[in-house]
């Protein structure tokens, strides 16, 4: 059993820097190949959901200023809404103060012109009595002369 035992220690011995080869060969790799490696890749991951991120914040930014203009817009029509309402009031108003401007001008024509009218007509009759009572004076005094 003692030579087992030493055929083993001899094992060991020989296949310790076989050992320390492996370990040193571990922490080497990790250290100038997978840590590298590793930032590389943990650098293009940031960079991809960087960019998913960015284009993520981009798209909500530019929903919220398509809102923002949408809003903008909205407003926009209903003062433009707003002020056409109140240029249609102020025309109408405009427009039924002048008809009443016409209305009361016309009046004054009708009862300027009724007036010259009844002032005629007035005249018309005092030359009609006139002439009337002439023709009377005529006719009697042509009746009376023929009786006489």
Partial sequence: MEATLQALGEIVLKG???????????FYLKKVYFGPLTEVMAKRYEAT???KKQAQSAIARAEAKAREYEEAIKNARTEVYHENESLRKKWRDEQTLQLGEAKAKADSMVAVAKAELAAEVRGAQDSLRAESERLAEQICSSVLRRSA
Avoid: E, I, S
């Fill in 16 to 26: 310790l820097p076989t050992f320390f080869l492996l370990v040193f060969l571990h």
């Fill in 49 to 51: 959901a960087g960019a």
